[in-house]
Nanobody, 114 residues
Framework: QVQLVESGGGLVQAGGSLRLSCTASGIIVINNMAWYRQAPGKQRELVAALTRNGYNKEYADSVKGRFTISRADAKNTMFLQMNSLKPEDTGVYYC????????WGQGTQVTVSS
């Protein structure tokens, strides 16, 4: 059973930075994984994906140039470095595969104040 645990969220001012972590258990490595977010009253959306065994990175247009997805050397953890945060980035952030294969974790709350 794969378990996903997100952490690193918090309250920051616009223009600030946060680094989110996703730790996976029950799988050997993180290869094709992704970060999602769900803002209040909105659908969950994919914001960044790590694909092709970790060698390809894709980003939603709304975060391109500001967010960076990466994988730790241990390969059971991935990160989302978020810079130049905007109030529109507020939401609960989750990790999963690009197809949502695994059970969803609790997510981590990111709140960006204006």
């Amino acid at each position: 059973q794969v378990q996903l645990v997100e952490s690193g969220g918090g309250l920051v001012q616009a223009g600030g930075s946060l680094r989110l972590s996703c730790t996976a258990s029950g799988i050997i490595v993180i290869n094709n994984m992704a970060w999602y977010r769900q803002a209040p009253g909105k659908q969950r959306e994919l914001v960044a994906a790590l694909t092709r065994n970790g060698y390809n990175k894709e980003y939603a247009d709304s975060v391109k140039g500001r967010f960076t997805i990466s994988r730790a050397d241990a390969k059971n953890t991935m990160f989302l470095q978020m810079n130049s945060l905007k109030p529109e980035d507020t939401g609960v952030y989750y990790c999963n595969t690009p197809m949502g294969r695994y059970s969803w974790g609790q997510g981590t709350q990111v709140t960006v104040s204006s």
